[in-house]
């Protein structure tokens, strides 16, 4: 079993949970992730890890409730348990030898874009971020984005705060004006990582893209975090889970990946249904 130690609404749909882990915690790095399960009967999800404190033993984790699961972890308060928190899990992002590099971040994607930000930051490379959202309502991690970044550009699509537009707009902006960038990482929604890419490759900036958006199972055995790169002229098959969750983006096939993920979001929406009229019935 497993503490939360502390636990934060940072939206109204994004909570951050801080889990007394202390093996994952020592050994945890940027774009690792975990397994848990909320209970015995529960299914396993993975989840990116958001942050560790090896000191204290914890491990921060930021999850959106889209389905029956992140659902029922919601319910989970400070001070009880989970009953499995398993990792860490994933191929590490690489960060040694860049110095000057643009992260890009969008939605919930900023939870884990942010370890990779701050771990840049603490080896001395120059971080420029920008993470974007659809409105000021629903902003999340900005102070803790400032903390670790040279500059910090937030985007709202309805512009109800800062650049209005999607990501890539400042992103081009800062190309076109002569930004040079020793590589672009992106973690976001596939669609914004897709036009983030295009972006880049417009420049000739190397971009790297997290694909934990299409993971579900996390050991590679269920196949739903199934993509196809295009690898010097060859249509090559790789699992995000167990050879990710990081890819060079010029060779993702974003257009089957996004078509795929689709294929899963009707079963997410009963279960999170389901499990919501479970909760109201226990109320009552």
Known sequence: MY???SRKELN???TQLEVLAPLVANKAKPGQFIILRVDEMGERIPLT????????????IIFQVVGGTTEKLNHVMEGEHIQDFVGPLGTPSELEGLEKVCIVGGGVGCAIALPIAEALNEMGAHVTS????RS?????LEDEFKTCSDKLIVTTDDGSYGYHGNVTGPLKEMLENGETFDEIITIGPLIMMKFVVATAKQFNVPCTVSMNPIMIDGTGMCGGCRLTL?????????????DGPDFNGYEVDFDEAMSRSRMYSDFEKHAYEETCNLFKKEVQ
């Open 3 to 5: 503490k939360i130690v």
């Open 12 to 14: 109204n749909s994004v």
């Open 49 to 60: 890890v958001a942050g560790t404190n090896p000191e204290k033993g914890t491990v921060k």
């Open 130 to 133: 920008i993470i974007g959202f």
């Open 136 to 140: 000021k309502d629903i902003l999340i």
């Open 230 to 242: 295009n690898q010097d002229g060859k249509r090559v098959t790789k699992f995000a889970c167990v």
